[in-house]
């Protein structure tokens, strides 16, 4: 019962009463997940209070190790929830920040699928959809926290993008990891700082997609005019521009790159992060 934070530590909790191995033996590596012992996973009941993260249709938790400042994708299976249950109603006392930034995070997840080399063209589609039920509902859930019209929209945008990003993740996620770990900062509202960088760094990769995408969401101007949507939506919502605005300070950028290169979410980049042009990116936006 929670927000992303609260769903991924109840089911890590389900999922680790019974094992007697480290959590950390069960990251999202190879084939990991197995060595599990699948009768000692309780049954989980996810009750979403956020429209962002899309845990409560995940098979895995993202956990902070506190001690390495690292965050890490724990994954099996049975950490599917077995029911889910989305009612809008427990989104209504939402403040607006948290809003923009859960709502922007569902969001990121439905870009970074859309934009993902890998194929499976069902979560392309999910991804789509997803994007256009947040450009039409987040500014409306934002403007006024009791519509529930808008909160239901993005309850089911929110698991459409978990859903979607079955497909993959990519930059936005790996850049964005080692800045919550280490400087604490909200994932989903990082995520949406990072975002406008990122599809300039994938654009020649993802313009001819997004120019198909862009007309079916109403958005004149093909990719170009999808990046300037993106930008005014962020300011709308009061997205920080750079993480300096966000609150990160003296960040260690050696580190931060080392951790984004190690982050499963590179795999699903369209364009190759490497040490220099991951740097790049950090430094752009300080």
């Known amino acids: 019962f929670g927000g992303g934070s609260?769903?991924?530590?109840?089911?890590?909790l389900a999922f680790m009463a019974g094992q007697s191995r480290p959590i950390w033996d069960f990251e999202d590596v190879g084939d990991w997940w197995t060595r599990a012992d699948p009768a000692g996973i309780h049954p989980i009941v996810a009750v979403p209070?956020?429209?962002?993260?899309?845990?409560?249709?995940?098979?895995?938790?993202v956990i902070t190790n506190s001690a390495t400042h690292e965050k890490k994708i724990i994954f099996h299976p049975k950490m599917l929830p077995s029911a889910v249950i989305?009612?809008?109603?427990?989104?209504?006392?939402l403040p607006k920040?948290?809003?923009?930034?859960?709502?922007?995070?569902?969001?990121?997840?439905?870009?970074?699928?859309?934009s993902s080399p890998h194929y499976h063209p069902l979560c392309q589609g999910i991804a789509l959809e997803g994007m256009r039920l947040v450009k039409e509902y987040l500014p409306r859930a934002h403007d006024?926290?009791?519509?529930?019209?808008?909160?239901?929209?993005?309850?089911?945008?929110?698991?459409?993008?978990?859903?979607?990003?079955?497909?993959?993740?990519?930059?936005?996620?790996?850049?964005?990891?080692?800045?919550g770990?280490?400087?604490?900062?909200?994932?989903?509202?990082?995520?949406a700082v990072f975002l406008p960088a990122v599809l300039e760094f994938n654009a020649e990769a993802i313009r001819t997609r997004?120019?198909?995408?862009?007309?079916?969401?109403?958005?004149?101007g093909g990719f170009d005019g999808f990046r300037a949507f993106?930008?005014?939506?962020?300011?709308?919502?009061?997205?920080?521009?750079?993480?300096?605005?966000?609150?990160?300070?003296?960040?260690?950028?050696?580190?931060?790159?080392?951790?984004?290169?190690?982050?499963?979410?590179?795999?699903?980049?369209?364009?190759?992060?490497?040490?220099?042009?991951?740097?790049?990116?950090?430094?752009?936006?300080?």
């Open 6 to 12: 609260g769903l991924d530590l109840g089911k890590t």
């Open 49 to 61: 209070t956020t429209a962002g993260s899309g845990s409560e249709v995940g098979r895995a938790s």
């Open 86 to 93: 989305c009612d809008p109603e427990l989104t209504i006392g």
């Open 97 to 114: 920040s948290v809003t923009a930034g859960t709502g922007l995070d569902a969001f990121a997840h439905c870009v970074e699928a859309f």
């Open 144 to 179: 006024d926290g009791t519509d529930i019209e808008a909160r239901a929209q993005m309850m089911s945008a929110a698991a459409m993008g978990a859903s979607a990003f079955q497909k993959g993740l990519g930059a936005v996620h790996a850049l964005s990891h080692p800045i």
């Open 181 to 191: 770990a280490h400087h604490g900062t909200h994932h989903g509202t990082t995520n």
């Open 210 to 220: 997004f120019d198909r995408a862009a007309a079916y969401l109403g958005i004149e």
């Open 230 to 286: 993106v930008d005014t939506l962020n300011e709308r919502l009061g997205i920080p521009r750079t993480l300096t605005d966000l609150g990160v300070s003296n960040p260690d950028i050696d580190r931060l790159v080392a951790d984004a290169l190690r982050d499963p979410s590179t795999g699903g980049n369209p364009v190759e992060l490497t040490e220099s042009n991951t740097r790049a990116l950090y430094e752009r936006l300080l």
